[in-house]
């Protein structure tokens, strides 16, 4: 009964603090234009203003377009009471979140989630143009926003060791135990809170309401006044999150001077934001912003597995219209001093190297602190229901290792693409390489994160959603048609990351699952074998190299997939193979798509046919070509053998105990001959011999370009050491 009666008292203190940031709301708006106003020397509006425009609109009669729907009409009441239960559970004013039991920081995650996916999902119903570009710009900021902010939760989470966020405060208030880990989250936090409080730096005042009050224009009345209020209230609730979380006195047990200073520093935030915005839209004259960016360049210090899952980057804009650059005085002044100004495809590259390399910087702290662990693996779950875990994190030696490639692999693309996105190349254009660059950065946090009792059920779904990430029969049509990109992409996504995430999950399942049905390892073994013959058949059209390459990379995936399925049946050997081939095929086909690129950078093409003579005038793609075909195909010394020949070793070994296995293996011994004496035809006719007229005018690489090769060529010697003393 006491319980009871502590708990409705919890719940009536924390409606109250809802309440009172709710009327508060207008206030503080008011104060931060009179404030913002003062600054550029202006009268503005009072601070009582905002009451006086909601009490109006509440007066005036709501009118509804004929072309609405049921979701046009919910979204001001769902704006504000998302908002009003998300302000009872912060505790700001009061010590314990109503919301504890069940994780009030999934709570937060879900109702930022729930307001967003109202707010533009109003707009889209509408029917109106305007509202719908307002609602798909506000989808946009939700995807690159969002990951930052929860990341950085989840961050401080593992910090507390709690997802309840009166316990990360109370751990941060005693002290930073990780001081580096706790400011990096800080700024990745409080800088998602300035982009959720809607405070982008706009250039021209329709640019931010067509961002911000395009999914309003066709509310009026108490709709409109409900509305604004709640968008209002998510930026106060914002700047009392960052408040709660990090700052000391964000917790007060009673309306004392705790609650006036919290108070204080949310009206500061709110203030700050507001001036920014302001600050940011003044013109100066005979001054062009040179940096173009994308909203997709809220471009990111990508998460490196586990605790240093942190995005931070700065917030800019582009001389498209919509988003200016924030850094007219920079230019200017470097300008002055250097008489140049910086192109914006190099500022982008610029940063989209410096943040790849500060991520491989923390990869590489990961893995030293893992290898001074003596490599213990570290399971760290995040939520979980009863005795399953639904989220959380594995740091061991396979997820590690891939962690390195994935990681690795995306610097040398990042610096491989300063050389080849440039107006030299005779492939590809150069535009967006802004938004090339955010995008990159974007998938390389991404693909860094990714790296009991279930019966066939489970273990058949995983196999299959494997088959369908890693491109394999009957789900292979997408990775040749997807082969437009430019081809550091290509490298990236088709060869280093995202078609290896499926094999990853699989062997993922494999390592933690126990006992596994022998029927999945003899599906994965039957479709990964139809796979591989398959692809190889599907080589012999091909006349694009990246087509072919990727033809390629489905039967080499398929060779991992066989792997991990002899696994199953009890072979260590055919488990550690396969590991060891993805992160050696990585390296390897990672080469061929550069060389790929390096050709079609200097040749104007990428059909080999027209290519020939290629190390007479490019001596080092030359090379590159012949090491990665003998890589792949698994010729000794190179990677490609050590990857290869434990899998022939396991499936000869268990084909004593299984005879259907014996077979098998013939076929792929063949099929892997016959794709050697392939790649060794093309090689002849490409690599070799008088320069055909297309590689006669070939044009130099760039030095980033030579750089990632020679690296890449020396990676498909070495690789397969690294991969074997780690696994060990």
């Not at 405070?199 to 911000?212: N, W």
Request: hydrophobic share 55%; net charge positive; glycine share 8%.
């Amino acid at each position: 009964m006491r319980q009871t009666l502590c708990d409705g008292y919890l719940v009536i203190f924390a409606l109250a603090q809802a309440v009172i940031l709710l009327m508060l709301t207008p206030l503080f708006t008011g104060i931060s234009r009179q404030i913002r106003a003062r600054m550029h020397s202006r009268r503005g509006p009072g601070i009582w203003q905002d009451y006086r425009d909601i009490h109006k609109l509440f007066k005036r009669q709501e009118v509804a377009p004929t072309s609405s729907g049921l979701m046009f009409r919910l979204m001001p009441w769902v704006l504000i009471s998302s908002m009003l239960v998300l302000a009872m559970a912060l505790p700001l004013f009061i010590t314990v979140s109503p919301f504890a039991g069940g994780g009030d920081l999934i709570t937060l995650i879900y109702l930022l989630a729930l307001f967003r996916f109202f707010f533009a999902l109003s707009g889209l119903d509408t029917g109106s143009p305007f509202a719908g570009v307002g609602a798909s710009r506000e989808l946009t900021l939700g995807i690159l926003v969002e990951p930052m902010l929860i990341l950085s939760l989840l961050v401080l989470a593992l910090i507390a060791d709690s997802t309840h966020i009166e316990m990360i405060s109370n751990t941060l208030a005693m002290g930073w135990n990780s001081p580096l880990t706790t400011v990096l989250a800080l700024l990745a936090c409080g800088f998602a809170c300035f982009i959720e409080m809607g405070k982008i730096p706009f250039d021209v005042a329709e640019a931010e309401q067509e961002l911000q009050e395009g999914p309003l224009t066709e509310y009026s009345g108490a709709g409109l006044a409900l509305a604004k209020w709640g968008l209002e209230l998510k930026q106060v609730v914002m700047a009392a999150l960052f408040v709660a979380l990090f700052l000391p006195f964000g917790r007060a047990q009673e309306l004392s001077l705790a609650c006036l200073l919290t108070s204080l520093v949310v009206t500061l935030l709110k203030v700050f934001a507001d001036f920014c915005t302001g600050f940011n839209r003044r013109k100066h004259a005979g001054t062009r912003a040179f940096f173009t960016h994308s909203p997709c360049d809220l471009a990111w210090l990508q998460p490196c597995c586990a605790c240093m899952g942190l995005l931070v980057n700065r917030s800019v804009r582009s001389t498209d219209g919509i988003w200016k650059s924030c850094s007219d005085d920079v230019n200017a002044a470097f300008y002055r001093r250097t008489g140049r100004f910086v192109s914006p495809q190099r500022r982008a590259a610029e940063w989209g190297v410096l943040f790849a390399a500060l991520t491989t910087l923390c990869m590489l702290s990961l893995i030293s602190a893992f290898y001074q662990a003596d490599k213990v693996a570290v399971t760290l779950t995040l939520v979980n229901v009863g005795d399953v875990a639904l989220f959380g994190l594995v740091i061991d030696r396979v997820s590690t290792l891939i962690l390195f490639v994935v990681v690795f692999l995306g610097l040398l693309v990042t610096i491989y693409s300063t050389g080849y996105l440039t107006d030299k190349n005779r492939e590809h254009p150069h535009n967006g390489t802004n938004r090339y660059y955010a995008f990159l950065l974007v998938f390389i946090g991404a693909m860094s994160e990714l790296h009991g009792d279930a019966r066939y059920l489970v273990y058949g779904g995983i196999l299959f959603a494997a088959w369908g990430k890693s491109a394999q029969l009957p789900m292979q049509a997408w990775l040749p048609d997807a082969m437009e990109a430019p081809t550091p992409i290509s490298a990236y996504l088709h060869a280093a990351s995202m078609v290896k995430v499926g094999v990853y999950i699989f062997a993922r399942a494999i390592i933690d699952g126990g006992n596994i049905p022998h029927v999945i390892g003899g599906v994965g073994m039957v479709m990964a074998l139809v796979t591989i013959l398959y692809g190889f058949l599907m080589y012999l059209p091909q006349q694009d190299m990246k087509r072919l390459l990727a033809w390629s990379t489905i039967t080499q995936l398929g060779w991992m997939f066989f792997g991990l399925s002899l696994s199953i049946f009890g072979s260590r050997l055919a488990l550690e193979g396969s590991i060891a081939y993805i992160v050696n095929h990585a390296f390897a086909k990672s080469l061929f798509f550069l060389v790929a690129g390096a050709q079609s950078y200097s040749c104007g093409t990428r059909l080999l046919p027209r290519l020939r003579g290629v190390l007479h005038t490019l001596p080092l793609p030359g090379v590159g070509f012949c090491v990665a075909a003998l890589a792949i195909t698994g010729v000794p010394p190179f990677n490609g053998f050590f990857s290869k020949f434990p899998l022939f070793a396991a499936g000869f070994a268990l084909s004593v105990e299984y005879w259907i296995l014996l077979p098998a293996m013939i076929l792929l011994m063949i099929e892997s001959v016959a794709s050697f004496a392939w790649f060794i035809r093309w090689f002849g006719r490409v690599v070799p011999g008088k320069p055909s007229e297309a590689v006669a005018d070939a044009a130099p690489l760039p030095g980033s370009m030579r750089l990632v090769l020679i690296v890449l060529i020396v990676m498909s010697l070495i690789s397969s050491v690294i991969a074997a003393t780690w696994l060990q």
